[in-house]
């Protein structure tokens, strides 16, 4: 019916979860002329604004995380300095050891990038949980309206240039679905092999190899993009901290008036990017 939990816990007849029996005063019990309208509006508004970016934003952090060091193993056969595996090396002062510590900061990089995107992800579907539950107004004067699309332009361009699109659609080609496509076919999802190596069996290197040369040369563009990934999270998660604010009066005016520029600049910079 469109109401909380709380006033059915005391309706007629005990408590239901499949049916309200409020009383008609209440202008929500069950044949009420507002109840259809109700549970209309909110099925429009699960269906249409909260539902298709919650869906969007999901990820299976153990399969991603998979598919990542199969990525990385493959960097590691060609030398690329991403490496899977911890360097040798301790306290050498040669040539070798400074190759295992650039290795080792390439591997934090790119691990460091993935866990930002798995974050990003995590906090923008709980920003569309908080899109379903407030009014239309709440989320209009909410900074959430202008942060949620920048930070989903910015951790999609970094999760593309760490290869993360590549790597799931070619494990859905090899016939290794995810849990959501699977669920959505009502058939249960092919398991990955659990070794790296054995995964990247299953992969067209011809299309893996160029990613990972990309990566190992762009990594301080990588970490410079993670970065802005991680910021804004924390921007959305600090502001839910102070209750989210509201947007003031002048910068309200200041998205109407010239709401237009700020987005065509987001928008160079993501092309840039």
Same mark, same amino acid.
């Given at each position: 019916?469109?109401?909380?939990?709380?006033?059915?816990?005391?309706?007629?007849?005990?408590?239901?979860?499949?049916?309200?029996?409020?009383?008609?005063?209440?202008?929500?019990?069950?044949?009420?002329?507002?109840?259809?309208?109700?549970?209309?509006?909110?099925?429009?508004?699960?269906?249409?604004?909260?539902?298709?970016?919650?869906?969007?934003?999901?990820?299976?952090?153990?399969?991603?995380?998979?598919?990542?060091?199969?990525?990385?193993?493959?960097?590691?056969?060609?030398?690329?300095?991403?490496?899977?595996?911890?360097?040798?090396?301790?306290?050498? @002062?040669?040539? $070798? #050891?400074?190759?295992? /510590?650039?290795? +080792?900061?390439?591997?934090?990089?790119?691990?460091?990038? %993935?866990? &930002?995107?798995?974050?990003?992800?995590?906090?923008?579907?709980?920003c569309y949980v908080l899109k379903y539950h407030w009014a239309p107004e709440q989320w209009r004067r909410s900074r959430l309206r202008n942060w949620v699309p920048e930070l989903e332009g910015i951790v999609g361009a970094l999760e593309s240039a760490l290869g993360v699109t590549l790597l799931e659609t070619q494990a859905v080609r090899a016939g290794f679905t995810s849990a959501e496509a699977a669920g959505a076919t009502g058939?249960?999802?092919?398991?990955?092999?659990?070794?790296?190596?054995?995964?990247?069996?299953?992969?067209?290197?011809?299309?893996?190899?160029?990613?990972?040369?990309?990566? @190992?040369?762009? $990594? #301080?563009?990588?970490? /410079?993009?993670? +970065?802005?990934?991680?910021?804004?999270?924390?921007?959305? %998660?600090? &502001?839910?901290?102070?209750?989210?604010?509201?947007?003031?009066?002048?910068?309200?005016?200041?998205?109407?008036?010239?709401?237009?520029?700020?987005?065509?600049?987001?928008?160079?910079?993501?092309?840039?990017?």
């Amino acid at each position: 019916c469109g109401q909380d939990w709380a006033p059915h816990r005391s309706q007629p007849g005990g408590f239901d979860y499949y049916q309200c029996r409020l009383p008609t005063s209440e202008g929500m019990a069950e044949g009420s002329p507002k109840a259809p309208a109700s549970r209309d509006g909110k099925l429009w508004k699960l269906q249409r604004e909260a539902m298709p970016g919650w869906t969007a934003s999901e990820r299976q952090p153990e399969r991603l995380k998979l598919l990542f060091r199969a990525l990385l193993s493959l960097a590691e056969e060609f030398n690329l300095g991403i490496s899977i595996e911890e360097p040798r090396g301790d306290g050498d @002062s040669s040539f $070798l #050891s400074a190759i295992s /510590q650039e290795t +080792r900061g390439g591997r934090q990089s790119a691990w460091e990038a %993935l866990l &930002a995107c798995i974050k990003a992800r995590r906090c923008l579907q709980n920003c569309y949980v908080l899109k379903y539950h407030w009014a239309p107004e709440q989320w209009r004067r909410s900074r959430l309206r202008n942060w949620v699309p920048e930070l989903e332009g910015i951790v999609g361009a970094l999760e593309s240039a760490l290869g993360v699109t590549l790597l799931e659609t070619q494990a859905v080609r090899a016939g290794f679905t995810s849990a959501e496509a699977a669920g959505a076919t009502g058939t249960s999802p092919k398991p990955l092999p659990k070794k790296p190596r054995d995964v990247l069996r299953l992969f067209d290197l011809r299309q893996l190899l160029p990613q990972v040369i990309a990566i @190992s040369e762009t $990594l #301080s563009t990588l970490r /410079q993009l993670s +970065r802005a990934v991680v910021l804004q999270t924390e921007r959305i %998660l600090d &502001a839910g901290k102070s209750g989210f604010p509201e947007v003031g009066v002048v910068e309200e005016i200041w998205n109407k008036t010239l709401g237009d520029l700020p987005r065509r600049a987001r928008s160079e910079r993501c092309a840039v990017m």
